[in-house]
T-cell receptor, first 113, second 116 residues
Framework: KNQVEQSPQSLIILEGKNCTLQ??????????LRWYKQDTGRGPVSLTI?????NTKSNGRYTATLDADTKQSSLHITASQLSDSASYIC????????????FGSGTRLSIRP | GAVVSQHPSRVICKSGTSVKIECRSL??????MFWYRQFPKKSLMLMAT?????????EQGVEKDKFLINHASLTLSTLTVTSAHPEDSSFYIC????????????FGDGTRLSIL
């Protein structure tokens, strides 16, 4: 069964600190993995997208890693800011005729001043 | 960057009303559009996938007669919630894609639907 599991479910850190969010998946055949940021009451915004051959991708203070062998990805946020408070969603696409897209349940990140 | 516009952003209406939500890709041709439903503090749940000019593909458990999807052009898809009831109250989000696997989906800002 294709699944995407994220951890932790929620996280609170102080402004300026770093944090790492995890995503484990059992999607096959794998096509790509994306990280999205979703502010409350808004639609998700793409942060990174990685294919099988890519193991790291950066977007400003966001760095995503991918280990296709262990089927794990992480999103590292450096020097967190109050505006980083949001839900972070890991999305994995399966390469199939239906092009299945599987969403993780997200990590709710709160940055405290 | 790519922009997807979703309208309206908020709807409050009486039970039994049909509600139409529009999703437009403003600066690219979206061969594929997706409709999602999101409950509070939960992730997005895919309802259906629509390709321009063809019938939408609905996920298991989603009533196609309840949630009518039309993708008449490469820039517009609509979701109509027919005869809405309070249990249909939710946050509905659309996304658009150029259709190739490695292309990111671009999401609209969602529609908050409240049925009284």
């Amino acid at each position: 069964k294709n699944q995407v599991e994220q951890s932790p479910q929620s996280l609170i850190i102080l402004e300026g600190k770093n944090c790492t969010l995890q995503c484990n998946y059992t999607v096959s055949p794998f096509s790509n993995l994306r990280w999205y940021k979703q502010d409350t009451g808004r639609g998700p915004v793409s942060l990174t997208i990685m294919t099988f051959s890519e193991n790291t991708k950066s977007n400003g203070r966001y760095t995503a890693t991918l280990d296709a062998d262990t089927k794990q990805s992480s999103l590292h946020i450096t020097a967190s800011q109050l505006s980083d408070s949001a839900s972070y969603i890991c999305v994995v696409s399966a390469k199939s005729s239906a092009s299945k897209i599987i969403f993780g349940s997200g990590t709710r990140l709160s940055i405290r001043p | 960057g790519a922009v997807v516009s979703q309208h309206p952003s908020r709807v409050i209406c009486k039970s039994g009303t049909s509600v139409k939500i529009e999703c437009r890709s403003l600066d690219f041709q979206a061969t594929t559009m997706f409709w999602y439903r999101q409950f509070p503090k939960k992730s997005l749940m895919l309802m259906a996938t629509s390709n321009e000019g063809s019938k939408a593909t609905y996920e298991q458990g989603v009533e196609k007669d309840k949630f009518l999807i039309n993708h008449a052009s490469l820039t517009l898809s609509t979701l109509t919630v027919t005869s809405a009831h309070p249990e249909d109250s939710s946050f509905y989000i659309c996304s658009a894609s150029r259709g190739r696997d490695n292309q990111p989906q671009h999401f609209g800002d969602g529609t908050r639907l409240s049925i009284l």
